[in-house]
């Protein structure tokens, strides 16, 4: 299975939004958002969203399939962002202009035709967030949160090295624990 990787840019949306939704669709713990409200947002909002992805302080890479009868097609994506402190996804936190830039994972996704059939997307869409947090960025360490009821990916953070930092939040939109870990970048 052949892919490449990819930034996506604002007239790439519809491929975005398609992503998202299959997403949201197989694994909906794993977002702050829920389909029904997905599904709903317009246009604009999706453009909007596909050009953040290569934003200043934020980055979105895809993978794409370059063979078979399925070329073309969106298979894979992870995305981060940096905040100033906590990510403001995390009930309560805000914006600290003084505290250090912290790089945060976010939107990770892997299609099931593609996932553990060792063409190893979701290893290299980390690689590249990983470059491009310590590379592009300057920053030593990559946060994220992972839903307790996740274990898959949970398992798959701490293979490529990830740590739980101990450190959780209760998810509002998905009952259950939001657990930390973190990857240094060293």
């Not at 007239?11 to 949201?24: H, I, M, N, P, S």
């Not at 399939?65 to 399925?70: N, R, S």
């Not at 980390?126 to 491009?132: E, F, M, P, Y």
């Not at 398992?155 to 009952?175: I, K, N, Q, W």
């Amino acid at each position: 299975m052949a892919y490449e990787l990819l930034r996506p840019v604002e007239g790439d949306w519809e491929q975005v939004r398609d992503l998202r939704l299959r997403a949201l669709k197989d694994t909906p713990i794993a977002y702050g958002e829920r389909y029904g409200d997905a599904v709903r947002l317009d246009e604009a909002e999706w453009r909007t969203r596909a050009a953040r992805g290569d934003a200043q302080d934020s980055v979105q890479v895809v993978a794409r399939l370059t063979d078979g009868e399925a070329a073309g097609r969106w298979v894979g994506t992870m995305a981060a962002f940096v905040s100033r402190g906590l990510p403001p996804y995390l009930p309560g936190a805000v914006e600290e202009p003084d505290a250090p830039r912290q790089a945060n994972l976010v939107g990770v996704f892997v299609d099931p035709q593609v996932r553990g059939r060792g063409a190893g997307v979701a290893e290299a869409l980390l690689d590249a967030v990983v470059a491009w947090a310590r590379d592009e960025q300057g920053l030593d360490r990559l946060h994220l949160h992972v839903h307790e009821d996740n274990p898959r990916a949970a398992a798959f953070y701490r293979r490529y090295g990830f740590v739980a930092t101990g450190e959780s939040y209760t998810d509002v939109l998905h009952p259950g624990a939001e657990r930390e870990m973190v990857l240094p970048l060293d």
